[in-house]
Structures are given as C-alpha cells and as structure tokens.
C-alpha cells in the first residue's frame, strides 16, 4: 500500500507540473500579446492520511489549479492611431464579435477587454484586426448622451463612424463689441449712418449676412447721445428683424456707457445678460450680445470715430470629416476640416467586484461570470474606474525572465517527480524477485 501510494504520487507530481509547464508556455508565447494576463499555476498538497501509530504512511501526492490573473495591468505603449484604446486603471471595454454585429439582430453578446487597436472597417464600425467591435452608447443630434440603465447591456451599440460625414454648425449667437463717435449726434450735424456686416451660417450651412446700421439722433441743441440700431437679414429680404434706440452716458465715470435700450420691433432687450434676440429665416434665433446697461463690455460711443473692435460669433459653414478621437472620458469625437468637431458615441468602462473571476475567450476577452459578479457600466473617470488612454496599447503582464526561471524550476520538479516513479518501480522488481 505504501510503495502504491508513492507511484500515484509521482504520476500526480507530473500532471501537476505538465499543467505547470502548459501555463508557463501560454505566458511565453504571448509575452508580446497586447492586452495579455498571465497565468499562475498553484500546487495543493492532498493528504491521504497523515501517520498513524503504527507508522505507516500513504503519499497523497500533489493537485494544480490555475488562474488567468486579469486584475493586473500591463504598461502602456504609445502609438500614432487615435483609436488606439488603453484602459488605465479598474475597467474594461466593452466589445462584440464582428460576426455577430453583421448579423444585425441586435442581440450581440458584450464581451470585454482592455486594450484594442481600433480602426474603422468598410462599413464605417471601429473594429480590431481580429474582429472586435467597439461598443457605446450614441449621442443625440446635440452632442448630448441619452440615459441609458447602467446595470444592462442592451443600450450598447457597435460604434459606427460616416468618414463621408458632411456637417455644419449653424450660427446662433454674435458677440458685438463696436465703438459709435460721441460727436457724431451734435446739434446741426448730419446724422450718418454708420454700418457693419457679419457673415453667419444659417440651418443648411449657406453663408448668411447681417447688417447692422447706426444711425444717430440729431437734436436740436447740444448732444443727443442716442442712436437707432436696424438689423437687417440677407436670407430675410424686405423690413429688418429688429430695430433697438440705444441710449449712451455722458456723466463722469460712466461715459459712454449704455444706459438704455428701447425695442421697436425684434426681441426684448435682457439687461441681465445685455443680449437681444432676432429671429432668423427657416425658425431660428439669432442671440446678439451687445453689452450690459452701465458697463464698457459691448457697445461704447467715444471719441470720433466708427470702430468694429470685437465680433465673435459661433456656427461654421460644411465640412469633411477628418478624424475620429476618444478622450479620457470615453468620448468619441469626430473632427471636421472646418475646425468643429462633434460628440457623437461615448464608450463607458464596465466594472465587476471580481475581475479574476471572467471567464477568459479568445482574442484577450473575457466574460461575465457568477464568479465575477454583476456588472456595472460608469463613466470613465469616474467611481472606481480609471480612464481610457488614446494612442496607447496596453503591453502583456508577462515576466519572461521569471517565466525562464520558473521553466527551469518545473522541469527538475518534472525529472524528480519521474524519479520517484522510476525508483517505486525497481523496488516493486525487487519485491517480485523475493519468489526467485
């Protein structure tokens, strides 16, 4: 009984150290895999029994088991892509197999990894080599994301970019910073009109002008210190869209300050903000900022002369699509050669209590699991989570040097284990050869 129980000892030595041996190899081979987490082999003694009064003693021999170790990071490398993705820190993205996306049924399962080298395919979905889809929730026509459940995979969809995107921004807001000649509304003058063009973009993305004219009040003594302001609209030909009698200081401290605004047609006048509102054609509104009452922050009359000093305004005319970029936030942005760019998808990192517990696939993915707990999608950045890194790859966790070293370790664990078998074996010859 006991020679029996050395031999099962030392055939259990060698499976424990051939499974050993197998995870070392994993490890080695994908030393270079981007997004690879080793394996760590673990022995356990089994004990059979442990002594007795009589002395004898039976070999239990030895168990393995083994665990993918996903909770550890590797470094991160840079790259030239964008769309190079990098988890750093707690978090995983969320990905589906291309095979099922293109199926289109909608029910494609999440997997999840932490790292992928993304590109837009043939159909416009940012996918790995590999066949990897990116996943996300997509944003309203405003840039805005929708509320999705964060416990549920069912908001997610393929991440999909129009490289053949065509966009504009249209103009909703000018920010007018002009100077009006203090002299200009004398007693006996003549009252010139003193006007400013503004391009703007309207709904469709066609190049639009506003005009603004000035013309002063001539009273009949003295100073007046007043103007009439009309805007008029190219896209609106006909009676202008607004008509405002601006009222200027003259007192100490405030010269040349507004001091009044009254509204013949267009919007009112909000002193809070110091904007006007006109309307413009196909519906909109155009916000004009022309300064708050008593404050030298838009409109001023000094001196003599007529200057535009600041006009700024919002809205661009159409542009190409140009790249695609993801932010720490898990944003996706596209960017268009006019200078815009547009939120459009954000990609958010799910987080599990156990993340040893995945069941690890193909292609450094894994999947949810009773052991791993239940899922939450966050933010990136925020909770537990860390953020998401482009122009980035996250290396492997292996050690080669340690690997080596724990190669050399097995195969003499190996050769001692066969030992132990080769030895049981001539003393069982032995003890057949007491018949002789």
Same mark, same amino acid.
């Given at each position: 009984m006991?020679?029996?129980?050395?031999?099962?000892?030392?055939?259990?030595?060698?499976?424990?150290?051939?499974?050993?041996?197998?995870t070392i190899s994993d490890n080695i081979a994908n030393a270079s895999t981007f997004g690879y987490k080793r394996v760590q082999?673990? =022995?356990? #003694?089994?004990?059979?029994?442990?002594?007795?009064?009589?002395?004898?003693?039976?070999?239990?021999?030895? #168990?393995? #088991?083994?665990?993918?170790?996903?909770?550890?990071r590797g470094s991160l490398?840079?790259?030239?892509?964008?769309?190079?993705?990098?988890?750093?820190?707690?978090?995983?993205?969320?990905?589906?197999?291309?095979?099922?996306?293109?199926?289109?049924?909608?029910?494609?399962?999440?997997?999840?990894?932490?790292?992928?080298? =993304?590109r837009t395919d043939k159909d416009g979905y940012l996918r790995t080599n590999g066949g990897l889809v990116l996943l996300g929730w997509p944003a309203n026509p405003d840039g805005s994301i929708p509320s999705f459940p964060r416990d549920t995979a069912a908001g997610l969809e393929p991440v999909r970019i129009n490289v053949n995107q065509l966009t504009g921004e249209p103009t909703t807001r000018v920010?007018?910073?002009?100077?009006?000649?203090?002299?200009?509304?004398?007693?006996?003058?003549?009252?010139?009109?003193?006007?400013?063009?503004?391009?703007?973009?309207?709904?469709?993305?066609?190049?639009?002008?506003?005009?603004?004219?000035?013309?002063?009040?001539?009273?009949?003594?003295?100073? #007046?210190?007043?103007?009439?302001?009309?805007?008029?609209?190219?896209?609106?030909?006909?009676?202008?869209?607004?008509?405002?009698?601006?009222? =200027?200081s003259a007192a100490t401290g405030n010269g040349g300050n507004l001091t009044g605004v009254g509204v013949t047609t267009g919007?009112?006048?909000?002193?809070?903000?110091?904007?006007?509102?006109?309307?413009?054609?196909?519906?909109?509104?155009?916000?004009?900022?022309?300064?708050?009452?008593?404050?030298?922050?838009?409109?001023?009359?000094?001196?003599?002369?007529f200057r535009p000093l600041s006009i700024s305004k919002d809205g661009s005319p159409v542009g190409v699509m140009t790249s695609v970029e993801v932010d720490e936030n898990g944003f996706v942005f596209a960017f268009f050669e006019t200078g815009i760019s547009r939120r459009i998808f954000?990609?958010?990192?799910?987080?599990?209590?156990?993340?040893?517990?995945?069941?690890?696939?193909?292609?450094?993915?894994?999947?949810?699991?009773?052991?791993?707990?239940?899922?939450?999608?966050?933010?990136?950045?925020?909770?537990?989570?860390?953020?998401i890194i482009g122009f980035a790859l996250e290396e492997s966790t292996v050690d080669v040097a340690s690997e080596l070293t724990s190669l050399i370790q097995t195969q003499r664990a190996y050769s001692s284990n066969a030992k132990v078998i080769q030895t049981v074996d001539e003393m069982l010859q032995e003890t057949t050869n007491i018949k002789r």
């Open positions: 006991t020679i029996s129980s050395s031999l099962n000892a030392g055939v259990a030595g060698l499976n424990a150290n051939a499974n050993r041996l197998a082999t673990d =022995f356990q #003694s089994m004990v059979i029994s442990s002594g007795s009064a009589s002395g004898k003693y039976s070999a239990g021999g030895v #168990s393995s #088991s083994t665990q993918r170790l996903v909770d550890e490398v840079t790259t030239s892509n964008p769309t190079d993705l990098a988890v750093r820190g707690r978090g995983f993205l969320p990905v589906a197999k291309s095979s099922e996306v293109e199926v289109g049924n909608g029910n494609s399962e999440m997997l999840l990894t932490t790292t992928g080298s =993304f920010d007018l910073g002009l100077n009006l000649p203090a002299t200009a509304s004398g007693a006996g003058l003549t009252a010139e009109t003193q006007t400013s063009s503004i391009e703007y973009f309207d709904n469709l993305g066609t190049s639009q002008t506003l005009t603004i004219e000035f013309t002063p009040t001539i009273p009949g003594a003295g100073l #007046s210190n007043q103007w009439t302001m009309v805007i008029t609209d190219s896209a609106q030909p006909g009676p202008a869209i607004g008509e405002y009698v601006l009222d =200027f919007g009112a006048y909000v002193a809070a903000t110091g904007e006007i509102t006109v309307p413009l054609a196909g519906g909109g509104a155009m916000t004009i900022d022309i300064g708050r009452l008593n404050e030298n922050d838009g409109i001023t009359q000094l001196a003599d002369d954000q990609v958010p990192l799910v987080d599990l209590p156990n993340p040893n517990g995945l069941v690890a696939g193909d292609q450094q993915t894994y999947t949810p699991s009773p052991e791993s707990g239940t899922f939450y999608l966050w933010d990136a950045a925020d909770g537990p989570t860390g953020d």
